[in-house]
């Protein structure tokens, strides 16, 4: 239809082609029948590219749905749930405590089990959620980038920036568990045949895993995790410089997608730290007064 009707180039089409490549491998090749919520999922795993690169992503699959539509494979059209970027960056969604507790509970239950699988999950669930890393900074992370001896590694993130990544003891002690099973001839920490593991692999196994431990998988990707990363520390108190970062954000104005913390707490911060917390109120009377003072 592109070709005949459209008349679109050859560029176009090859490009239209890997979007929609892309976008199905992620929905395990169900694409067609995708309803709103794997579309949002889509959404979620999109959030570390360009806005652009978002936009034109979305704009092929609303295409793609609306031809559907059009010659009758489908009676509705969901991409009213695709990203349409604009001045702000659409927000993943939330993943409480206790859904990452139902997430590493389901890891621990498969290590009981045994097998090497269970290990190299646990080394990537640590490192997304307890580091806050990027999918593709985890995913070609080299065999020997986590040392057992230092509680964090240097990373060059977007646009060659380095940046310093904290390594909790945890993190590394899977990642050591893991270590033990990678072949030595590996340049990989995460091999898969000659390459490293995919960005699309990583993704179908944080679903997997989220299916096992009864989280519904279109609302966790790698991405919700780093997200949750960066939530869980602000509302436990930390500092929105720090958390920039640990993220590897060149402007802090990124940073404050992540602070959609609990109003409350912001509130109760407030009464807790001000100065003037503490302090009674003044009346009337007695600002005029000191307004005369000389």
Do not use: C
């Amino acid at each position: 239809m592109m070709a005949a009707e459209a008349g679109a180039a050859r560029n176009t089409l090859l490009a239209y082609g890997r979007d929609l490549e892309g976008a199905s491998a992620l929905l395990e090749g169900r694409l067609a029948e995708a309803r709103p919520e794997a579309l949002h999922g889509l959404a979620e795993a999109w959030m570390p590219l360009k806005r652009a690169t978002v936009a034109r992503k979305a704009a092929a699959l609303r295409r793609f749905f609306a031809f559907l539509q059009d010659e009758g494979f489908r009676a509705d059209d969901p991409s009213s749930a695709l990203p349409r970027p604009g001045t702000e960056r659409p927000l993943p969604r939330v993943l409480d405590h206790r859904a990452v507790d139902a997430l590493f509970a389901e890891i621990e239950r498969r290590k009981g089990e045994g097998g090497t699988a269970a290990l190299r999950l646990s080394a990537l669930i640590e490192l997304l959620y307890g580091s806050g890393l990027r999918a593709t900074e985890l995913v070609s992370l080299p065999r020997n980038a986590v040392s057992p001896d230092k509680p964090f590694l240097i990373l060059a993130g977007k646009g060659g920036r380095e940046r310093l990544v904290p390594i909790s003891d945890r993190a590394r002690a899977a990642v050591a568990e893991w270590a033990a099973q990678v072949p030595r001839d590996s340049l990989w920490l995460f091999p898969s045949g000659r390459k490293h593991l995919s960005r699309v692999r990583l993704y179908q196994l944080v679903r997997e895993l989220a299916a096992a431990a009864g989280i519904p998988p279109e609302r966790i990707s790698p991405h919700v995790l780093r997200h949750a990363f960066a939530t869980h520390l602000l509302e436990g108190g930390a500092d929105l410089r720090a958390v920039q970062m640990l993220l590897g954000h060149a402007d802090i104005a990124t940073t404050q997608i992540y602070t959609h913390v609990d109003s409350r707490r912001l509130i109760e911060l407030v009464n807790s730290r001000h100065p003037l917390a503490d302090a009674p109120p003044r009346s009337a009377a007695r600002v005029d007064a000191d307004a005369k003072q000389p």
